[in-house]
């Protein structure tokens, strides 16, 4: 018995210093992954984040969505890495995206989820709305997909897609080479407003975007020649004469500057033909050629409608149509990334991503050089885009 005891105290002596070994091997490999793990982490965001006027606010998360703070210190950790996305600079890289779009998944999809109960919240108290006067639901039944463009919220990209990937032959990218796309003759299946050639299964979206941005971009374009020729009868021509008419003396005055403004817009169309007229530096109507924001607004104020300034809830008619996605402009890359993972676009990224790197500059980028609205456009934009803000969360 003693000899039995004897030998258990020796085993014992033996173990304990290749247990205590192993115990500090452990340790040490521990913290050598640990640290090499989280440097790398580090790496991987730091240059992402080195500027502190890019940080992205949770200021917003705080007052609308109620989150824990547990909750928000993770959203701020995985989310705080850019406000302004430099598609051309750092955050070129699509693997980075890829990633940047993994760690923030499950908080998109948690956004876009509450903005459709939004939506939703927002349409039941408005009981028996009219709707647009026609349909600009647009079947692309190839893929699965009924996409309602929002213009200047990122539409030309998709148009775009959709005319090189699925017509045959085309010598411009005009949306009119997608007319017999447009869907009619709704029926209602399952509880769902379908229309004619629409498939049952088909995943409803749209991008939308804040409409003072809209409108800015849309003054924006219009200051191309391109654009001043395209849409000089739709509503350049009135807003400019409506709104600067009033700075003419005479009628007489009045006839000789309209003949100028003729004229110009004459060579805009055949640059090549004609040579550039001579312009007063008097004349009004020419001095810009084209619309700016606040004659715009003013324009649209007297009851003009046009698809590039429409309320994107009655554009698209959301509460009729009953989306599965709607995603903000300004949250791209990550919403953009969601969404084409969402309708089976993910190998196209590449497309999206090169496109949306030459697109027009995002909302706090673009107004930065516009002059405030003043207390009176703010009531009109308020009551105008009354449901577009209430819906989609944007602020005036």
Known sequence: ???????????????????????????????????????????????????DNE??????????????????????????????????GRLSDIDYLDNFYYYNKEF???????????????????????PY???????????????????????????????????????????????????TKSRMVGGKLLYK??????????????????????????????????????????????????????????????????????????KKVYSKPRISDKNPFLNPPYPVLNELIRFIRTGRTNGHWAPAWRWCDICCNRYNYIIKLEEEPLELWFLLDKVGLWSERRYFHDTKANSSPKFDNETQNFPALNDDQKRWMRMYYDRDFEMFDYDV
Request: aromatic share 12%.
């Open 197 to 270: 050639d629409e498939k049952i299964s088909n995943i409803r979206f749209t991008v939308v975007r804040h409409p003072l941005s809209r409108l800015i971009s849309h003054v924006h374009n219009a200051a191309k020649d391109n654009e001043m020729v395209a849409m000089k009868n739709s509503w350049i021509y009135d807003a400019i004469f409506d709104n600067r008419r009033g700075r003419v003396n005479s009628s007489a005055e009045l006839e000789t500057y309209k003949d100028e403004f003729d004229r110009y817009y004459l060579w805009l169309t055949l």
């Open 108 to 130: 998109v999809e948690t956004t876009i989820n509450k903005r459709m109960k939004q939506v939703d919240k927002v349409c039941a108290t408005m009981g028996n709305e009219i």
């Open 1 to 51: 018995m003693g000899q039995r005891s004897e030998m258990n105290r020796r085993h014992h002596q033996s173990t304990y210093p290749k247990k205590f070994t192993q115990m500090i091997l452990t340790i040490i490999l521990f913290c050598i992954g640990g640290t090499y793990y989280f440097s790398n982490r580090a790496q991987d965001f730091q240059i992402y984040s080195t500027s």
């Open 55 to 88: 940080n992205l606010s949770v200021k917003h998360l705080q007052t609308y969505y109620q989150h824990s703070p547990l909750e928000l210190q993770k959203i701020d950790e995985l989310y705080n890495i850019t406000k302004v996305l430099d598609y051309k």
């Open 133 to 183: 006067s026609s349909v600009h639901l647009y079947q692309i039944n190839e893929i699965g997909v009924s996409w309602c463009p929002v213009f200047k919220a990122g539409s030309t990209t998709w148009k775009n897609y959709f005319i090189k990937r699925f017509v045959n032959l085309h010598f411009t990218n005009s949306l009119s080479l997608l007319e017999d796309r447009i869907l």
